[in-house]
């Protein structure tokens, strides 16, 4: 499996947030594909040098959230993909991604074309993960 | 069993007129690695010896894998492994011998334990212990401590003067130790870096007094910094329950409160500012805001957030403090 975790500590963003957001971009680009599965917690935690804890709160959100499954006595794996959010939920998400793009360029004087250019390419480099991996 | 493996209760040192640990109350969750956090001199020494019994407290008491510390039998002693700060050995002994005088102390010793520890290390078992860097000292001391297999370890500032590669080494073993899920850790330490990769709990003491003591997360979750800004005049600030720190500059005001909840957003939000935006900490500055120059003793992170009213209300903003 490719999928290479690592975390920072000092950072603003707790670490059991760091995995998530790892797992999440590795799912959507088609590095981890469904059915796949994750290393133990333990395994995670002593390859990242991380509180056990921390990993399991990690694959607990994303479990949560119905990107992975734990199968009882063997594992925690890639979940088919399936819409777990109600609609306003995942409305809501992606406001609240978008809003936060938007502040970080407010100031960086891109003009609006280039940005949704930019957004445009990130979005089919994504799909073409997907695409290589079938 | 109980769920705690170590129970403090009022525990009070004083040395002279110097109250070095005031009325503590620490409760330390089996199974858990516990970070003691606090400045130099806060008492975190002071606790860990009387803990061990190696202290005598001057008021209150404590319990230890529910053993009273003050009279704590060799049974219990055998389930408890205590690094000391510094990293203190024999010098003129070898590697290998500082290993085998440790185990004629103990009916348990775990030799795979000690060989394991001692090369993720890379300590040569002739050199002389005398002879070792610091960071191999800590791990010559560190195998010691770890072979007996105790039940709860105790490692005072264990990173304190190690190097990256040596202070890694170190957590890694510290993780080691937890696959055992009984296994309990108490360390105390100031990189918080480090902290916030091993420990799942932790407490903080200043000048003696316990200030947190609650999961690593909720510590985070808790001390929040808010960002507002207005049109025209930054009102004045109404008294704010937990706020640690205040900035004002131009439009707007900035400020680190802890035991942020639904109470302190709708005060924040009545002030109706423009923009009211979060900005996020890390565990460091949250913990340099927490024991701001401010230093109060009134907040107080519970492992019990539920009770709001436990808190006491620190009023109203310095003014001196806002230019």
Redesign the interface.
């Known amino acids: 499996m490719p999928l290479k975790f690592s ?1 920072v ?8 947030r760091q995995i998530v957001e790892q797992v999440r971009v590795a799912i959507a680009g088609g590095v981890l594909q469904p059915g796949e599965q994750l290393p133990s917690v ?1 395994a995670l ?2 390859l990242l ?6 990993v399991a ?1 990690a694959y607990n959100d994303l479990t949560g959230e119905g990107a992975l499954e734990a199968r009882p006595g063997k594992g925690v794996f890639v979940a088919q993909r399936r819409q777990v959010f109600a609609p306003e939920e995942r409305l809501r998400r992606l406001e609240a991604a978008v809003q936060t793009l938007v502040k970080e360029v407010a100031l960086l004087g891109f003009s609006d074309e280039e940005i949704q250019e930019l957004l445009q390419r990130e979005l089919q480099k994504l799909k073409g993960g997907e695409e290589q991996k079938r | 069993m109980s769920d705690y493996v170590i129970e403090t209760h009022g525990l009070t040192r004083y040395y002279g007129g110097k109250c070095v640990v005031d009325t503590l109350d620490l409760k330390v969750p089996r199974g858990s ?1 516990f970070g003691f956090l606090g400045r130099n001199g806060a008492g975190k020494s002071t606790t860990i010896r009387m803990l061990l019994g190696l202290v005598e407290p001057t008021r209150g008491s404590a319990t230890i894998l529910g053993h009273d510390c003050q009279n704590l039998p060799p049974v219990a002693r055998e389930r408890i492994g205590y690094l000391a700060e510094g990293h203190h050995v024999y010098g003129w002994m070898t590697v290998g011998e500082c290993g085998r005088f440790q185990s004629s102390f103990y009916k348990h010793w775990n030799q795979s334990i000690f060989d394991g520890v001692v090369d993720h290390f890379n300590l040569d078992r002739k050199a002389k212990a005398g002879d070792l860097s610091r960071g191999q000292r800590a791990g010559l001391c560190l195998a010691m401590t770890m072979a007996p297999e105790p039940e709860l370890l105790i490692l005072d500032d264990p990173a304190l003067g190690l190097d990256p590669v040596a202070r ?1 080494s170190l ?2 073993s510290m ?2 130790v ?2 055992r899920s009984d296994r309990t850790i108490l360390f105390s330490s100031h990189l ?3 902290v ?5 709990y932790v407490a903080v003491l200043d000048y003696g007094v316990l200030r947190a003591s609650c999961p690593l ?1 909720m510590f ?1 979750e808790r001390v929040r910094q808010f960002s507002l800004r207005f049109d025209g005049v930054t009102p004045q600030l109404p008294g704010i329950p937990g706020l640690l720190q205040a900035f004002r500059a131009a439009g707007e005001i900035s400020l680190t409160i802890a035991n942020y909840d639904a109470r302190s957003e709708e005060l924040l939000r009545s002030l109706q500012p423009v923009a009211f935006e979060e900005v ?6 949250a913990f340099i805001s927490y024991l701001g120059e401010r230093g109060e003793k009134s907040f107080f992170l519970d492992q019990a957030p539920e009770k709001p009213e436990a808190l006491e209300t620190v009023a109203v903003v310095d003014e001196e403090k806002l230019p």
Do not use: C, K, M, W
């Not at chain 1, 040098?49 to 921390?54: A, E, F, R, S």
């Open positions: 975390v500590t000092g950072s603003p963003d707790p670490v059991y333990r935690a002593e040098v991380v509180n056990p804890n921390t709160r | 690695i890694r957590l890694q993780i080691y937890t696959r918080l870096a480090e916030e990769r091993v420990a799942d997360e985070r996020p900490l890390s565990l460091e500055d």
